[in-house]
Structures are given as structure tokens and as C-alpha cells.
């Protein structure tokens, strides 16, 4: 059966090369990704973050020209999420798209909460990358 899953949207009046420079630094994520307040650093050539569910390791793909930034979210207890992001170009602007899958086991009320907490960080993107 295939996975359900919910694009999610925010429109940047930023270009796209901008918005991905700044997604891509997962230095930043503290920022913008509300999961990752608490912060995210480097250890052992890894990025750790402590978020509401513990430990975790944040791994995106490597740097690439077509705004791409999937990334694994690697959980406390070894389960990996992986999370399709994109940065496209809409013309001086961008739009980042954030593809959030169903993960096994998931209720519609955690889903529900799962796709209105990425929302909210979008729009804090937004914000933060539309404030300079």
C-alpha cells in the first residue's frame, strides 16, 4: 500500500539559490524548526540535535544544484525518517516544498499535528529569510 503523504508549502520572496544556502547549513535549523529549538551541533562529524523525542542525528544529502534537501532524521531508538524537502526557483522567488509521509502506526490526529507543526515552521522561514 503506498505511503500517504502531504506537500507542504511556503512561498520565499528570497531567490532560491538564497533559501537553499540557508536551509542547507543544518546550523540554522534552530532558527526555523521549532523540533530542533533546544539546538543542533557537531559531533563526531555528525549533526546531533536534542529534541522532544531525545537524541537525534540530522543527515542531509549531499550539496546539490536542484534544491534538494532531503534529509534522515535518525531517532533515540534507530529509526530513521526520511524527509523530502525541495527549493524551487518561482522566478526571483522561491517555493520550498516539505513532503510529509505517513510514517507506520501514525494516527490522523498525530499526522494532522505533524503536518500543522511543519507548517508553522515554513512560516517561520519565511519570517526569519523575508526579515533581512
Known amino acids: 500500500m503506498p505511503t500517504e503523504s502531504r506537500h ?3 512561498s520565499i520572496e528570497r531567490p532560491a539559490d538564497r533559501v537553499y544556502a540557508y ?3 543544518p546550523a540554522h535549523l534552530p532558527e526555523w524548526a521549532a523540533g530542533l529549538a533546544a539546538g543542533i551541533r557537531r ?7 536534542d529534541s522532544p523525542m531525545g537524541r537525534v ?3 542531509f544529502v549531499p550539496v546539490n544544484e536542484y534544491g534538494v534537501l532531503d534529509h ?17 526557483a518561482d522566478g526571483a522567488d522561491s517555493e520550498v516544498v516539505f513532503t510529509l509521509r505517513r510514517q507506520p502506526g501514525t494516527t490522523d490526529e498525530a499526522f494532522a499535528a505533524d503536518a500543522e507543526a511543519i507548517t508553522a515552521d515554513l512560516a ?3 519570517r526569519v529569510l523575508e526579515a533581512d
Not at 559531533?43 to 540535535?49: F, L, M, S, T
Not at 532524521?73 to 527549493?87: E, H, K, Y
Open 72 to 88: 534522515d532524521v535518525v531517532l533515540p531508538d534507530g529509526t530513521t525518517t526520511t524527509n523530502p524537502v525541495r527549493v524551487l
Open 8 to 10: 507542504l508549502t511556503v
Open 57 to 59: 542525528l540530522v543527515r
Open 124 to 126: 517561520t522561514l519565511k
Open 23 to 25: 536551509v542547507r547549513d
Open 43 to 49: 559531533e563526531r562529524g555528525e549533526w546531533v540535535a
